[in-house]
């Protein structure tokens, strides 16, 4: 006979044995009740032995004490609920010796014996220990879910050029500077010195919310002086414009816009008439 036939035959008989002990146990549980409907001599020893042997079993059996510790506390209610039951009947017995009592008692002894021998708790707490371990979702996993999630997202929702992926994995992702947007367009603008990205909201019909310079300043590393947003104009408020780069300068200013702020401010009523220019070097010159 293999190795494997002799483990098998001998995991069987244990089984049968460790059954068979589990039917004699109900009878004694049963008898003892039995017994404590007529006489309290053997009620008192019957508790005891119940508490032991039902303690000796729970904190003894290898596969309770091994089950998952989300496990085991049902494995051992279930393991002591027989127990639990048999010593408050016996109890009951020592305590309500009165006629209607005993119909109560013996009712539940009745019950008590049926449902042990139809249920064998001993054997259901054992199968339940020995079910699979319940999965429990740790910091690292949920990371992980978390993760895995965020590249499937972008996976699906990222543009292929990288100003457009930038500006949505860092801008335009959820709590971002300018979530809920995307880039439509890039341009160089004013020779070059300036570039010009067009922005538009992903969601049709909202508007393109408002993008705090100093946030896109620390995203972006850019001086907040070198950025600038403004609308487009002919369009709604679906769409802006993000300039990047140096304001350029203004020219001077002609001579009437210089005199006539002059006029508003320095010299009220002062009204020019006439320029004329003059050249100063020679009357400087000794």
């Known amino acids: 006979m293999p190795l494997r036939t002799y483990i098998e035959t001998t995991r069987r008989a244990g089984s049968a044995v460790v059954s068979g002990a589990g039917r004699l146990a109900t009878l004694a549980g049963a008898s003892a ?3 404590g409907l007529f006489t309290d001599a053997a009620t008192l020893p019957a508790i005891l032995t119940t508490i032991a042997a039902g303690l000796g079993g729970a904190f003894l059996s290898p596969r309770l004490q091994l089950a998952h510790p989300m496990k085991k506390p049902i494995v051992s209610t279930i393991y002591l609920a027989p127990h ?3 010593v408050s009947n016996l109890v009951t017995e020592l305590a309500w010796d009165a006629r209607e009592g005993r119909l109560v008692q013996g ?3 009745a019950l008590w014996t049926a ?6 708790p001993a054997q259901l707490a054992k199968r339940v220990a020995k079910w699979p ?5 740790t910091d690292d996993t949920e990371g992980d879910q978390a993760a895995t999630g965020t590249e499937v997202e972008a996976a699906v929702e990222l543009p292929d050029d990288p100003a457009g992926r930038w500006w949505a994995l860092n801008a335009a992702k959820k709590g971002g500077v300018a979530e809920g947007t995307h880039v439509i367009d890039v341009r160089p603008i004013e020779d070059g010195r300036r570039v010009a990205v067009a922005l538009g909201a992903i969601e049709p019909g909202e508007p393109v919310p408002d993008i705090k310079i100093k946030r896109l300043s620390a995203l972006m590393n850019v001086p907040e002086q070198l950025l600038e947003v403004q609308a487009i104009p002919g369009y ?5 414009m993000l300039l990047i780069g140096p304001k350029p300068e203004q020219g001077p200013a002609h001579d009437e816009d210089v005199w006539a702020e002059i006029g508003r401010s320095a010299l009220p009523g002062v009204t020019l008439l006439e320029i004329n220019e ?7 010159t000794p």
Do not use: I
């Open 107 to 109: 009712g539940v002894a």
């Open 236 to 240: 709604g408020a679906g769409f802006a």
């Open 115 to 120: 449902g042990v021998w139809w249920l064998r």
């Open 84 to 86: 639990t039951l048999l």
């Open 133 to 137: 371990d319940p999965v429990v979702e």
């Open 33 to 35: 009740m039995a017994a």
């Open 278 to 284: 003059y050249d100063l070097s020679q009357e400087f």
